[in-house]
């Protein structure tokens, strides 16, 4: 392909990509396809010669689309958003044009430089705490990551070589030194709530150090709070253990609970600034989206005391997937534990510490230049802009809960709407039958293929889940959406009546009475079922 062919058929992908959006809410949400559906399509093995860029395009339409899940259609509301915008693809157009490693500073000068600037605008659009400017004043700032796993990792090392440090600083070098942090390295424990995104147990499993859960209940809406933490802490004491680090979350992934961040921090504070001192870390993935609203930033006053925070702007924020931005209150920590510099990366600036080498914030070197679509999207939205998409979202999930409470004949709301999210529970008789209930009203309604929803499953009770976060979704959507939840239960209540009314054949399957309505809806749902679950 020549230039002058790039013009035509890249101008070509750009109407066919605009016709995709403005088709994207006629199609059904959730790929059909069977497992192993496009080895048939395509040839064994790659063509020795060229093919016709025409002939390439047209398969894309024929043979991928067919497999793909829509995210940006109305009818998406499971897990999380993971959300695109005009802005922001254009700018992935430039990034793919200015296509780089971008490791350090002069690889793209640009590309280091905008980074710096659009995390400290952003730090302060969600009000966090000062520690994490670029300039303020423990030497913070914030990075651009591929994802919040990624993230949680690489502060997880921080916090590690950290905390070794500290618990070994009384001895001099040498191998005694040495042995003890070998030793201490066996006994670390990091630690999230039951609530906490399982990327943080990975990221104990990827780092060799021994994983803790602390205990959360539906008392406190599944938030982390201050005494269950010493709890914990003063039982992996009480074994001689060395916790270390701690996952907080702001929205967690089932029901969006947001941790009581200050009293972790009273129950953290004994062993503040001392060698024995826990790596706060705040994952805000989705929810830190939210933050951008004035009502919500007093939840940030108590993370001054904390260590890091994450979350994904392409989530909830209108750009593209990938772009997880993370802030530490100290680059040192991250610095310390990740530099490496070997002679062929030496160069000038570097060495002379006037410039931020985003490698040592990092596990890859190579990089991507995301903070492009970050400020285009800043600046194309604004930041009022950014938060009417974030309170319709809000929005429309409190006028759905609104609707749900209106038939407690029909629905518990489980937890109630917050960031967009809500949880909801058919109404029943027992603890067995409302779980029975749920789970077939939510394998039917994915069947169907109109909606794509997540369900979760705490402490034994399942519950469907319903995230109005995904920018196509309107009020017509939520009520749709009510309209089919309606239905759906009223039917599978009059069939559970009608299949135990005597006179009639009943049939007893896998545990569930149903008739023959029921049955097929249930065997359909096999099919939903690998849609799988939140997390
Ligand atoms: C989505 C999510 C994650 C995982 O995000 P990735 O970027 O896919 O790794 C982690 N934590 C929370 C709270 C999430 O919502």
Redesign the pocket.
């Known amino acids: 392909m020549d230039v002058n062919e790039f013009r035509q058929a890249a101008k070509q992908a750009v109407d066919q990509i605009a016709d995709y959006h403005e088709s994207v809410s006629s199609r059904p949400v959730v790929s059909n396809v069977q497992p192993g559906y496009l080895r048939p399509l395509l040839p064994a093995e790659a063509p020795l010669d060229p093919e016709p860029f025409a002939d390439i395009a047209a398969d894309i339409e024929s043979k991928i689309m067919p497999g793909i899940t829509h995210w940006s259609s109305p009818g998406f509301m499971a897990f999380?958003p993971c959300s695109s915008s005009y802005p922001a693809a254009i700018a992935e157009m430039w990034s793919n044009a200015f296509n780089g490693a971008h490791f350090n500073w002069i690889c793209s000068p640009a590309a280091t430089e905008l980074e710096t600037v659009t995390l400290d605008w952003l730090a302060q659009a969600l009000a966090l705490p000062s520690c994490f400017l670029s300039g303020g004043e423990t030497h913070g700032g914030g990075v651009i990551h591929g994802?919040?796993?990624?993230a949680i990792l690489t502060v997880m090392v921080a916090a590690r070589d950290k905390y070794l440090a500290a618990r070994t600083a009384h001895l001099p070098d040498g191998e005694e030194k040495e042995e003890e942090t070998w030793r201490l390295r066996s006994r670390l424990v990091a630690l999230g709530s039951a609530g906490a995104?399982s990327?943080t147990k990975k990221a104990a499993q990827v780092l060799g150090v021994r994983f803790a859960t602390v205990p959360v209940d539906e008392e406190h809406g599944f938030a982390l709070q201050g005494p269950a933490l010493a709890h914990s802490l003063d039982e992996l004491a009480a074994k001689g253990l060395e916790p270390f680090y701690l996952t907080t979350?702001l929205?967690?992934?089932d029901v969006c609970a947001v941790d009581d961040f200050a009293g972790i921090a009273t129950a953290l504070a004994p062993r503040a600034g001392t060698a024995a001192e826990v790596w706060v870390h705040v994952?805000?993935?989705?929810a830190g989206s939210a933050l951008l609203l004035e009502e919500n930033k007093p939840l940030t006053q108590p993370m001054a005391e904390f260590h890091s925070f994450n979350f994904?702007p392409h989530?909830w924020m209108l750009t593209t997937f990938d772009c997880?931005a993370v802030w530490v209150r100290s680059r040192a920590h991250l610095i310390s534990a990740l530099s490496i510099k070997p002679p062929y990366l030496r160069n000038q600036f570097s060495d002379g510490d006037l410039v931020t080498d985003y490698r040592d914030w990092q596990i890859p070197l190579g990089r991507r230049f995301r903070s492009l679509k970050l400020w285009v999207v800043l600046r194309s939205y604004g930041l009022r802009g950014l938060q009417a998409h974030i309170r319709k979202g809000v929005g429309l999930c409190e006028s759905l809960e609104t609707k749900l409470r209106q038939r407690p004949d029909l629905f518990t709301i489980y937890t109630p709407a917050r960031f967009a999210l809500l949880t909801v529970r058919l109404a029943g008789d027992d603890a067995e039958q409302v779980n029975r209930r749920t789970e077939a009203l939510y394998e039917q309604i994915n069947a169907a293929g109109q909606f794509y929803l997540t369900s979760t499953v705490i402490n034994g009770k399942f519950a469907i889940r319903v995230c109005t976060g995904v920018a196509t979704v309107q009020q017509e959507h939520i009520q749709k959406l009510f309209e089919v939840l309606v239905e759906g239960t009223e039917k599978l209540i009059g069939a559970e009546r009608s299949a135990q009314s005597p006179g009639k054949d009943s049939m007893k399957m896998n545990g569930v009475k149903a008739n023959g309505e029921a049955r097929d809806s249930l065997e359909t749902a096999g099919k939903a079922s690998r849609n799988g679950v939140a997390r």
């Open positions: 999380f994802s919040a796993s990624e995104h990327s979350t929205g967690t992934t994952d805000a993935a989705y994904n989530k997880s």
